[in-house]
T-cell receptor, first 111, second 115 residues
Framework: TQLLEQSPQFLSIQEGENLTVYCNSSSVFSSLQWYRQEPGEGPVLLVTVVTGGEVKKLKRLTFQFGDARKDSSLHITAAQPGDTGLYLC???????????FGSGTQLTVLP | DTAVSQTPKYLVTQMGNDKSIKCEQNLGHDTMYWYKQDSKKFLKIMFS???????INETVPNRFSPKSPDKAHLNLHINSLELGDSAVYFC??????????????FGAGSRLTVL
């Protein structure tokens, strides 16, 4: 059983479209991180959300942390082919110095 | 300069062989990790070292043996390779404490194929 469920698992859209991907759990988190992994590379941190209801923007990417800190969403406006990649949410369980990752959303933006 | 570098990037070998993957970070981080990414892209922690000491050892077969000669290096040795070991192995590092302690910097991955 995944602690972090991401949806959709796969998403293929045309350049210019908007999209939202989700990261859900039944657990409450002190913070959540979002990473993007491009083909042949390791994941790279996009953002960390900490406060319930928090909204953070990174250019065309908007991240939201749920009020109850159990879920998060990533909205991309006017997607571009360069946004193609695997989007992963992650949390750090308790005091353990590690990250547990979600199941991932594979996004493909077609030109 | 690559922050977290791992070698080799690709490794193709026969079942039963022993192989190693090396990892080095030049970020001055105290904590290093090995993660395994399977064919479904799921990333799972294998080991974590803090200042050369093992702090996390998930349910991993004892054919996998990490070794940290100093806090900038964490190598992974795998004995008696099996088909199911085929995956991409990622090395990562993070600061030992304080703000950003759980923010990981990953290497580019080492794709292991066992035939």
């Amino acid at each position: 059983t995944q602690l972090l469920e991401q949806s959709p698992q796969f998403l293929s859209i045309q350049e210019g479209e908007n999209l939202t991907v989700y990261c859900n759990s039944s657990s409450v988190f002190s913070s959540l991180q979002w990473y993007r992994q491009e083909p042949g590379e390791g994941p790279v941190l996009l953002v960390t959300v900490v406060t319930g209801g928090e909204v953070k923007k990174l250019k065309r990417l908007t991240f939201q942390f749920g009020d109850a800190r159990k879920d998060s969403s990533l909205h991309i406006t006017a997607a571009q082919p360069g946004d193609t990649g695997l989007y992963l949410c992650a949390f750090s369980p308790g005091s353990a110095r590690q990250l547990t990752f979600g199941s991932g959303t594979q996004l493909t933006v077609l030109p | 300069d690559t922050a977290v570098s791992q070698t080799p990037k690709y490794l193709v070998t026969q079942m039963g062989n022993d192989k190693s993957i090396k990892c080095e970070q030049n970020l001055g981080h105290d904590t290093m990790y090995w993660y395994k990414q399977d064919s479904k892209k799921f990333l799972k922690i294998m080991f974590s070292y803090n200042n050369k000491e093992l702090i996390i050892n998930e349910t991993v077969p004892n054919r996998f043996s990490p070794k940290s000669p100093d806090k900038a290096h964490l190598n992974l040795h795998i004995n008696s390779l099996e088909l199911g070991d085929s995956a991409v192995y990622f090395c990562a590092s993070s600061r030992g404490g304080g703000a950003g302690a759980n923010v990981l910097t990953f290497g580019a991955g080492s794709r292991l194929t066992v035939l």
